[in-house]
C-alpha cells in the first residue's frame, strides 16, 4: 500500500490517518471531505492532500470510507468506475449486512472487506482524532485480507473476523441495545419530576450516551432494525426476570454471573 | 459538634470523617468496626481512635451509621439505651423509609435524621476513602437539621432535603434501575456467545455496575421492592416504546429529549 484514500474524514477517518502513519506507514494519504472538514485535517496534519472522489479513488490502493452508513453506501455506488482493478476497498460502518451487500452489488474492478472498529469517543469531528483510538478495542472484518488484517493489528486494535450477518447479530446487543437503554433512562428520568435532584454517579454513568447524535443512530437504526428488536426483546426478558426476582435468594446468582461476565469484557481480548 | 463516632468505617464513613476533618472539623473522631477495618482506618489517619459502639455513642454528638442497611436496622435498635440526650444520630444508607420508620420507633433520647450521599466509586473499604468523595454530588436528608446541613454543605455536597417515601421512589429510577439494567445487560452479554468478542466502549460503560457486590443489594432491594418494581415496570415501558419505534422519524425526539435530560444531569446542582 502506497497511497491511501480516506472518504470522510471525520473523528474515525481520521485517526485511522493518524494511526496508519504511527505505525509506520509512508506513503501518502488523501482525504475526502467537505471544505470545512479539510481544512482542519490539513491544519491537523491528519491528510496530505485533499481531493475529490474520483481522483483519489483512481490512485490509491487501499480505499477507507468513514462515513455515515447511508454514505457509505452511496460511496459504493459509484465508487467502482474510479478505482484501478484490485483496489482495496473497506468500510467503518456500525452495521456490516447492507453495506456488505451493497459492496457485493457494486464493486467489480475493487476488492470489498466490510470492517467494523469497535471505538469512539463523546467528541466527534477530525480535530479529536487520534492515533490510539482503535488500540486495545475489537475490530471487525467481515472477510479475510492479509494486507488489512496487518494493518488492523499494526494500530494496536484486537482483529475479529466473523460475517456480517454475525457481527450485526452481536452489535445490536453490544453496542444498539446499550444506546437504546440509555436513552430510555434519560428520558425516563427527565420525565420524573425531582429524579434530577437525586442523581448519582450511576444515572451519569449510564445517561453519557444518550448525548449521541441521532444523525448517526438513525442509519443504525435503519440497516440493522432485526438483529436490535431481538436483541431488545431478549434484554427486555432479561429484566422482567430480575424484577420478578428482585427479593429471591437467585439474585445473588445472577449477580455473579454478570459481575463475572462485566470482569471477562475488561480481560485483554484474543483472538 | 466536638465528638464524631462513625460507625461502620468504610469507603463511605472513612470518606466523612476525612471530608469533615478538611473541612475544619478540629474535635475526636472515634470509629467502631471490625477489628481488620479499624487497624486500616487507624494506618490511614482516617479516625482519631476506636472503640465499642456503647462506649463512642455515650462521648458523642454526632453518630453517624455507615452501615449496609440491614445493619444500620440492627444498630438503630440498640443505640438510643447508649447515646446522651439530644445527641445527633444520621446514616448513609441507600434507602431510607425502612431506616427512618424503625428510627422513628427505637431513637427517644437522640434525633434522627436521614442521610443519603449519592457518591460513591468502585473500589470498595477505608483504604479508598477520601475526603473529596462527596463533592459535588447529591446529600439527601430526609429532614431540616441545621447542624447536619452545615456540615453536608461544608463537605462540598448538594443538599437535598426530602422525605424517606419520595427518597426511595427517585432513587428506584436513579440508581437501583442502572444497576439492574447494568446486570441484565452483562448477563445477556455472557450469554451470547461471541458477544464478547465485539463488545466496544458502550458495552464497558454500561456493565461497570454489573461489578458490583451483591451483598450491598440484597438490602437494598429487600427494603425498596416496590418502588424498584414500580421504576422498572415504567422504564421497560419505555423501552418497549422505543423498540416499536425503531425506524419512525419520532425517534429523532426521543434522543433530543434524552440527550437534554442527560445535559441537565451534569449541570451543576442547585436546590
Redesign the interface.
Known amino acids: 500500500v502506497e497511497r491511501i484514500t480516506i472518504v470522510g474524514v471525520g473523528l474515525i477517518g481520521g485517526s485511522f490517518a493518524l494511526a496508519v502513519r504511527k505505525a509506520g506507514f509512508t506513503g501518502r494519504i488523501l482525504g475526502v471531505s467537505s471544505p470545512e472538514t479539510i481544512r482542519t485535517a490539513l491544519d491537523h496534519g491528519v491528510i496530505d492532500e485533499a481531493m475529490p472522489l474520483a481522483q483519489a479513488a483512481g490512485q490509491s490502493d487501499l480505499i477507507y470510507l468513514a462515513q455515515p452508513i447511508e454514505r457509505i453506501l452511496a460511496t459504493l455506488d459509484e465508487l467502482d468506475a474510479y478505482v484501478r482493478p484490485g483496489t482495496l476497498i473497506t468500510d467503518a460502518g456500525s452495521t456490516k449486512a447492507a453495506i456488505v451487500q451493497r459492496a457485493q452489488e457494486t464493486i467489480r474492478r475493487g476488492r470489498f472487506v466490510g470492517g467494523?472498529p469497535?471505538?469512539?469517543?463523546q467528541s466527534r469531528g477530525v480535530a479529536h482524532a487520534e492515533p490510539s483510538l482503535f488500540s486495545r478495542?475489537?475490530y471487525?472484518l467481515t472477510s479475510r485480507e492479509l494486507e488489512l488484517e496487518h494493518w488492523v493489528e499494526r494500530i494496536g486494535a484486537h482483529l475479529?473476523v466473523?460475517d456480517a450477518a454475525?457481527?450485526d447479530r452481536?452489535?445490536a446487543?453490544?453496542?444498539h441495545?446499550?444506546?437504546?437503554?440509555?436513552?430510555?433512562?434519560?428520558?425516563?428520568?427527565?420525565a420524573?419530576s425531582?429524579?434530577?435532584?437525586?442523581?448519582?454517579?450511576?444515572?451519569?454513568?449510564?445517561?453519557?450516551?444518550?448525548?449521541?447524535?441521532?444523525d448517526i443512530?438513525?442509519d443504525i437504526?435503519?440497516t440493522n432494525?432485526g438483529p436490535?428488536?431481538a436483541?431488545?426483546?431478549?434484554?427486555?426478558g432479561?429484566?422482567?426476570e430480575?424484577?420478578k426476582n428482585?427479593?429471591s435468594p437467585q439474585?445473588?446468582d445472577?449477580?455473579?454471573?454478570?459481575?463475572?461476565?462485566?470482569?471477562?469484557?475488561?480481560q485483554v481480548?484474543v483472538l
Open positions: 467494523h469497535m471505538a469512539g469517543k478495542h475489537p471487525i475479529v466473523m454475525e457481527h452481536l452489535v446487543l453490544t453496542s441495545v446499550p444506546q437504546l437503554i440509555s436513552t430510555a433512562l434519560a428520558s425516563s428520568i427527565a420524573q425531582g429524579a434530577g435532584r437525586v442523581a448519582g454517579p450511576a444515572a451519569i454513568d449510564l445517561t453519557r450516551l444518550a448525548m449521541s447524535s441521532y443512530w438513525r437504526f435503519e432494525a436490535i428488536d436483541a431488545l426483546e431478549r434484554f427486555i432479561k429484566l422482567e430480575l424484577r428482585l427479593r439474585m445473588r445472577e449477580f455473579d454471573r454478570a459481575s463475572a461476565g462485566a470482569h471477562a469484557l475488561r481480548r
